[in-house]
Nanobody, 124 residues
Framework: QVQLVESGGGLVQAGGSLRIPCTAS????????MGWFRQAPGKEREFVAA????????DYADSVKGRSAISRDIAKSMVYLQMNNLRPEDTAVYYC?????????????????WGQGTQVTVSS
């Protein structure tokens, strides 16, 4: 089992920046990918970004590409999502996820482990 805990959400003005950390514990050695998803009210959970725990390769949704950066700290078992130039449409609950499959992909149903989520609100 892998446990994930997000922190660092909050209220930010449009155009601002925010960094969300996620701490993993438990069987972290079994992780292959860590990622971020988000869910806005009335919408399905959607992929934001992911990073290979082993190689550091990254993947981004088109909606955040160029404005966001995902990074990992293996020694601390942490992953970070840095978001810049935030927009009101970025408002959502952001979830940290982890998986042990070689390529879990962008479908949230394929990811095994989830944090409790942290609210990010962007005001216009």
């Amino acid at each position: 089992q892998v446990q994930l805990v997000e922190s660092g959400g909050g209220l930010v003005q449009a155009g601002g920046s925010l960094r969300i950390p996620c701490t993993a514990s438990g069987r972290t050695f079994s992780m292959s990918w860590m990622g971020w998803f988000r869910q806005a009210p009335g919408k399905e959970r959607e992929f934001v970004a992911a990073v290979s725990w082993i190689t550091g390769s990254t993947d981004y949704a088109d909606s955040v590409k160029g404005r966001s950066a995902i990074s990992r700290d293996i020694a601390k078992s942490m992953v970070y999502l840095q978001m810049n130039n935030l927009r009101p449409e970025d408002t959502a609950v952001y979830y940290c996820a982890a998986d042990t499959k070689s390529v879990p992909g962008r479908d949230p149903a394929r990811w095994n482990y989830w944090g409790q989520g942290t609210q990010v609100t962007v005001s216009s």
